[in-house]
């Protein structure tokens, strides 16, 4: 399966996500327009991670996450 790119293959500080919706071509400044629901995409951490944490999409590569997810999910949990 190909993985749509947006930063280039070299990125170390990029991960893989698989979009799960879709209700416009740009979301939180994350151009999505190249993409459709079900296609994986490779973008920058800060993108993915907002990407996943309003539900837009889920990770693929959730090893590379794990230490980001619990950084998100510890300031979401403060903030209500």
């Not at 500080?13 to 995409?41: F, H, N, P």
């Not at 993108?47 to 539900?55: D, F, S, T």
């Amino acid at each position: 399966m190909e993985i749509g790119d947006s930063r280039g293959s070299n990125d170390m500080q990029s991960v893989v996500i698989r979009l799960t919706r879709k209700l416009a071509e740009c979301i939180d400044g994350v151009d999505l327009s190249r993409w459709s629901v079900g296609e994986l995409m490779r973008l920058e951490v800060r993108e993915a991670l907002l990407l996943i944490a309003e539900g837009w999409a889920e990770p693929v590569q959730a090893e590379r996450l794990e230490p980001h997810l619990s950084r998100v999910a510890m300031s979401l949990t403060k903030s209500l």
